[in-house]
């Protein structure tokens, strides 16, 4: 296949991304709707393997539609010189695999624990009932990475569906010879058998499909080659995996926690000296090694949770990924607050304000009606009875004018911004996403109260710590609004300082600090020099920059920044005292 081919009609081949020995990843060009895609096409079409495998992605991701996931959008096959070639049509990430960024260094971990909840995210959403899909390839090559942070799950390809039939006897026929299917007790000595004479399959670079990153980067071992029937990649199989054994979502959670345990430790649970073999007789009987004991920086909390991922036993795993999530988060909410000491970095941005009738025509209208005349008055000193005021207009309007209906509209727009303000985050963050597709169908994707509901959608993300989201959110959304707006309107300028907010948040200084540099100005020349909001990016931009290393430069901007935030919002304003604090640190 060559540039310029174009299969079915519809798909343009525009440059080779990646080539390995079951198939090629183009760069396409979809010519019906307009849009640059990734091609996957089977290179040996008379092996019915192959066919089946690339079949069984397609249908795999297909039931996927999740931010964390890459999307298929087509799957067919076409005529090409002469012969039926298969392909898959997905979206085009611009991204690394997982493999190149280790191999690099391990990263903060801040970071590490980001991605990790992204993935999580992933794997609730493929095993979601109605979905159940187990992914049973989960390793650093099928994990992509952004340069904003945002992590995509690929490959598919021997995907199966929660509930199929699988496995066979005890010893299954694709199981090298001496590994038992039992696992023996524990502390149980185990000799290492030989290993096997086969030889290895080549791995597959093109599984890395979905990247425009430069060449494709070799597996540690085979993908669905090398050990016998095996499905999976020795380092990140889990024991029932190895021995062919029923699997089910936990099985994608332990090769979670072998991801895990190689980003905050440097390398996976069991390395076997590079024998395959060796690895999985040590996933079925070794116990991996504490964390800790290879990074003595990672906290208690975390150490067990990976050690709970790494479980011989299934059923001592933890009970979902949502449950990982979760875990997840609290270890990185621990690890800011001990990382911060007070500091702006974890510090929200203000709570937004709460609605008034100068946002909304309807706003007055519609308190009084279902909370009296008095209702503004007696609401001001009783959030919580203000919050259920706003439901029951909500609920009523929606039953009796429908979604989309005006009022409905405003009802439904104050009673997440009253839950904001009040500090219910994830509740608020429900009431937006229910929101918004409601605002685009009636308002346009354009509309400024469609904006204004994505903008808070994101800082409700980031006030929730999770901060990756809401890097995804506003970075869709600024160019569209810079455009419409400009660069310097107070909506597209609020934005802007909640994306630095953001990505300072995950980690990512040096890009929190280029973008400081672009937006301090427009701050100053559109609210003013003494403008807190101005005044706050200053101080974001001296923190980040003594995050990235520049230390020097950091207490020059401190020192500049001081007697203007003093002049300006008084010595006793908050953010006077944490410039204060931020510069003491820094000088000591």
């Known amino acids: ?71 298929v959008h087509d799957y ?37 624990l980001d991605w ?20 049973r390839d ?94 999976g990649t020795p380092a990140y199989m889990a024991p029932e995996q190895c021995l062919s054994k029923p699997v089910d979502h936990r099985t994608d ?16 649970p069991f390395d076997g000296e590079g024998s395959p073999l ?36 299934p059923e001592a795993r933890p009970a979902d990924a949502a449950a990982v999530y979760r875990r997840l988060g609290a270890i ?10 007070g500091a702006f970095s974890r510090r929200p941005l203000p709570n937004p304000r709460p609605p008034t009738a100068e946002d909304d025509p309807n706003y007055s209208a519609i308190m009084r009606r279902y909370g009296g005349p008095d209702a503004a008055e007696a609401a001001r000193h009783h959030p919580a009875e203000l919050i259920r005021l706003w439901w029951a207009a909500a609920a009523d309007l929606t039953d009796t004018l429908g979604n989309h209906h005006e009022q409905t509209l405003s009802a439904r727009r104050a009673l997440a911004r009253h839950v904001g303000a009040a500090g219910d985050h994830a509740l608020a963050i429900s009431l937006w996403q229910e929101l918004i597709p409601d605002l685009q169908y009636t308002f346009g994707h354009f509309h400024r109260t469609t904006f204004t509901a994505q903008r808070l959608l994101a800082w409700h993300f980031g006030a929730a710590d999770r901060p990756a989201e809401a890097v995804r959110l506003l970075l869709e959304l600024i160019p569209d609004a810079t455009r419409l707006l400009g660069r310097r309107h107070p909506d ?61 430069r950091a207490i020059g901007l401190l020192r500049e920044l001081l007697p203007d935030v003093t002049r300006a919002l008084g010595a006793g304003h908050e953010q006077c005292v944490e410039a204060r604090w931020l510069l003491a640190r820094y000088t000591r």
């Open 492 to 552: 597209v300028l609020e934005a802007r300082r909640f994306l630095v907010w953001n990505i300072g948040a995950l980690g990512r200084h040096p890009r929190a600090v280029r973008l400081l540099g672009r937006l301090v100005p427009d701050l100053t020349e559109a609210l003013g020099r003494d403008h807190e909001h101005t005044l706050e990016a200053r101080r974001m931009l001296a923190w980040n920059t003594e995050k990235s290393g520049h230390h020097v």
């Open 1 to 71: 296949m060559k540039p310029g081919v174009v299969l079915d009609g519809r798909y343009q081949m525009v440059r080779l991304l990646g080539k390995g020995s079951m198939g090629a990843v183009w760069q396409g060009n979809d010519l019906k709707l307009h849009r640059s895609v990734a091609v996957k096409v089977v290179l040996d079409h008379t092996d019915p393997g192959l066919i089946e495998r690339m079949g069984r992605e397609a249908i795999a991701a297909g039931r996927l539609s999740h931010p964390h996931i890459v999307t």
């Open 332 to 341: 990185a909410t621990e690890l800011h607050g001990a990382a911060s000491a």
């Open 253 to 268: 959670l332990y090769a979670l926690g072998c991801l895990l345990f190689e980003m905050v430790t440097g390398g996976p």
């Open 138 to 231: 989960l390793k650093p090559d099928n994990v992509l990475i952004t340069g904003d942070g945002l992590v995509k799950l690929v490959d598919f390809g021997i995907a199966r569906f929660i509930g199929e039939q699988q496995g066979g006897p005890d010893i299954a026929p694709g199981i090298p010879p001496g590994i038992p299917a039992q696992l023996p007790p524990a502390g149980t000595p185990t000799a290492r058998p030989p290993e096997p004479a086969a030889s290895l399959d080549p791995p597959d670079p093109a599984d890395r499909y979905a990247t425009r990153a430069g060449g494709a980067q070799r597996d540690d071992y085979g993908g669905l080659g090398g050990l016998g029937s095996l499905s």
């Open 76 to 112: 067919g096959q076409a005529a090409y010189e002469g012969v039926t070639v298969a392909y898959i049509v997905m979206e085009l990430v611009d991204g690394r695999p997982l493999t190149g960024v280790l191999a690099e260094g391990m990263p903060q971990l801040s970071v590490a």
């Open 116 to 135: 990790a909840r992204q993935i999580a995210l992933a794997l609730g959403a493929a095993h979601a009932p109605g979905v159940g899909v187990v992914h």
């Open 278 to 313: 060796a690895v999985a007789v040590a996933h079925v009987h070794d116990l991996p090694p504490a964390p800790r004991t290879r990074n003595d920086t990672l906290s208690a909390e975390l150490d067990a949770l990976i050690l709970e991922l790494l479980a011989k036993d």
